[in-house]
């Protein structure tokens, strides 16, 4: 293994914690054939210029990492896991920025990855509306074959609890993609009044205006507004979740015959 490999790993974990480090190591690998140690110091040091606020950069090594713990969680590698990360990173970044992540990627791959220490970094850098939609993603990539391994749901419970993620917004995002099957990709309409429920975190007892005010939190809660920092691109992708949220009230006020 090159030496500029480990040196691109000691310099992000010096500057940007486990993140940096495996951000680092990957980087590592893509200057490993020329020795050029001078790239990467200047990549990481424009990279921490800004401190420690969260962008757009740092979300996707963040959704790159915490895919390689999700993918490997049931000791397989599948093809339809891989299309699914590549064709996210592909409409998140743009082609070329995909390319860098999707090496990044396969180096993570090969790795042990302390999930907690990540989830931490993670937890401390970015808002609960970006953790969120952090979560919403890893639940596409273990859903990317239409059935989630209980491995992998552990794996993601696990991700939830180190980001203070609640078990009701576990469950609520769960339940756009497990009740509903393949109709939780996008562009898909039905959820299901049991799947809707579940969504807006409330019980089938619950009353009218229950109902509604479950989901004006809901609403607030995963507007795409709240990941505005990370661009429009994720803005975009958190629209999904949020058209799932009203489904759902669609969903209940039909069942119940609400206006």
Known sequence: MGFIKWLGGGIGWTLGGPIGALAGFALGALFDTSSNVESINQTFNQQNQQGQRTQAGDFGMSMVILSASVMKADNRIMRSELDFVKAYLVQQFGVEKAKELTIALKEVLNHDISVRQVCLQIRANMTHAMRLQLLHYLFGVAYADANAHKSELNMLNTIARY??????????????????????????????VSASYKILEISSKATDDEVKKAYRKMAVKYHPDKVASLGEEFQNAAKEKFQKVQQAYEEVKKSRGMN
């Open 163 to 192: 980001l203070g993620i609640s078990q009701k917004d576990f469950h609520s995002i769960n339940a756009m993609f497990s009740y509903s099957g393949s109709s939780s990709r996008p562009g898909s309409s039905m959820l299901g």
